[in-house]
């Protein structure tokens, strides 16, 4: 699969970003203080287990100084950057099928240089449907909306203040579904995938 080219887009209206980062928040620390309440005395884990349900998250911080964001030679331009990254594994097995749901965020803020803030979603699905002893069917959904920073990939070497430096990072989209089935008799698999990518 090939990434699709950057383009330029426009950034979603803070309070849609933000309603979004409340929820994904809210998600990670019920599975949070649901682990720690379960045995205090193993080291917690973000898991949440309910029958055939599991949630899996995790919630990380960072904060760093980089003295040369847009990695330039000639215009040297430095920031602390503020980080999030909250991700979570929703799973649903029942007896004959498995599906899934995984999301993962970096949210970024850059205190000098706020037109490089950047806000990028990583979402995949799945299904496994087992149709009989030896026969399966899989299904797969992706979509990553994502940023380039300034100064790397295509804009690397260009000097930050020529009129060709862009204003914003690139953005990007990348989305794809993917099926594939298979067949299994003793021990001999065939499968036939089909796949789309835009």
Not at 24 to 35: F, V
Not at 41 to 61: A, C, K, M, N, W
Not at 73 to 82: A, C, D, E, F, G
Not at 130 to 141: C, E, F, I, K, Y
């Given at each position: 699969?090939?990434?699709a080219a950057?383009a330029?887009?426009?950034s979603q209206p803070?309070?849609?970003t933000a309603?979004?980062?409340?929820i994904?928040?809210?998600?990670?620390?019920?599975?949070?203080?649901?682990?720690?309440?379960?045995?205090?005395e193993?080291e917690?884990?973000?898991?949440?287990?309910?029958?055939?349900?599991?949630?899996d998250?995790?919630?990380?911080?960072?904060a760093?100084?980089?003295?040369?964001?847009?990695?330039?030679?000639?215009s040297?331009?430095?920031s602390?950057?503020w980080?999030?990254?909250?991700s979570?594994?929703?799973?649903?097995?029942?007896?004959?099928?498995h599906?899934?749901?995984?999301?993962?965020g970096?949210?970024?803020?850059?205190?000098?240089?706020?037109?490089?803030d950047?806000?990028?979603?990583?979402?995949?699905?799945?299904?496994?449907?087992?149709?009989?002893?030896?026969?399966?069917?899989?299904?797969?959904?992706?979509?990553?909306?994502?940023?380039?920073?300034?100064?790397?990939?295509?804009?690397q070497?260009?000097?930050?203040v020529s009129?060709?430096?862009?204003?914003?990072?690139?953005?990007?989209?990348?989305?794809?579904?993917?099926?594939?089935a298979?067949?299994?008799?003793?021990?001999?698999?065939?499968?036939?995938?089909a796949?789309?990518t835009?």
């Amino acid at each position: 699969m090939h990434d699709a080219a950057p383009a330029s887009a426009h950034s979603q209206p803070a309070s849609a970003t933000a309603s979004g980062l409340c929820i994904i928040l809210l998600l990670c620390l019920a599975s949070w203080t649901r682990a720690f309440a379960q045995d205090s005395e193993q080291e917690p884990r973000p898991t949440l287990v309910r029958g055939p349900f599991t949630l899996d998250s995790s919630f990380g911080i960072d904060a760093l100084e980089d003295s040369n964001i847009f990695q330039s030679t000639t215009s040297v331009r430095s920031s602390p950057i503020w980080k999030l990254a909250p991700s979570f594994l929703l799973q649903f097995k029942p007896a004959r099928s498995h599906l899934d749901f995984s999301y993962k965020g970096d949210y970024g803020w850059y205190d000098r240089s706020p037109h490089d803030d950047y806000t990028d979603h990583a979402l995949q699905a799945g299904a496994y449907l087992l149709l009989g002893d030896l026969s399966g069917l899989d299904l797969v959904a992706s979509y990553k909306y994502a940023h380039e920073n300034r100064g790397a990939g295509l804009t690397q070497g260009i000097d930050p203040v020529s009129g060709a430096f862009p204003q914003t990072p690139d953005r990007y989209i990348n989305a794809r579904d993917s099926d594939i089935a298979s067949y299994n008799y003793h021990e001999r698999i065939a499968r036939l995938g089909a796949r789309i990518t835009f």
